[in-house]
Nanobody
Framework: QVQLVESGGGLVQAGDSLRLSCAASGRTFSSYRMGWFRQAPGKEREFVAGINRSGGSLYYADSVKGRFTISRDNAKNTVYLQMNSLKPEDTAVYYC??????????????????WGQGTQVTVSS
């Protein structure tokens, strides 16, 4: 089992940047595929970015491609989401998630077994 704690959210203006962190504890972090999802009020949880165990394969939603970067540091048991050129439509609660089974699509929330509590990102226009 793994516990996930997100940090780094906040209130920023359009065009600003934020870096989210997700610290993991428990089983070996490097054995998990990781993902970031977000959920805006009244909307379903949506995929943002995913990363494989080694960090060599990255996956992004079209809406964030070119602006967001996912990365991981297995020595620090942490996954990051660097968010640049933020837009008001990026406003949401951001969640990190871990997949311990190694199967399923990165893009589906059903793939992930463990979730953090979320961190709020608000982008004002």
């Amino acid at each position: 089992q793994v516990q996930l704690v997100e940090s780094g959210g906040g209130l920023v203006q359009a065009g600003d940047s934020l870096r989210l962190s997700c610290a993991a504890s428990g089983r070996t972090f490097s054995s998990y595929r990781m993902g970031w999802f977000r959920q805006a009020p009244g909307k379903e949880r949506e995929f943002v970015a995913g990363i494989n165990r080694s960090g060599g394969s990255l996956y992004y939603a079209d809406s964030v491609k070119g602006r967001f970067t996912i990365s991981r540091d297995n020595a620090k048991n942490t996954v990051y989401l660097q968010m640049n050129s933020l837009k008001p439509e990026d406003t949401a609660v951001y969640y990190c998630a871990a997949d311990g089974d190694g199967g399923g699509s990165y893009y589906s929330f059903k793939t992930y077994d463990y979730w953090g509590q979320g961190t709020q990102v608000t982008v004002s226009s």
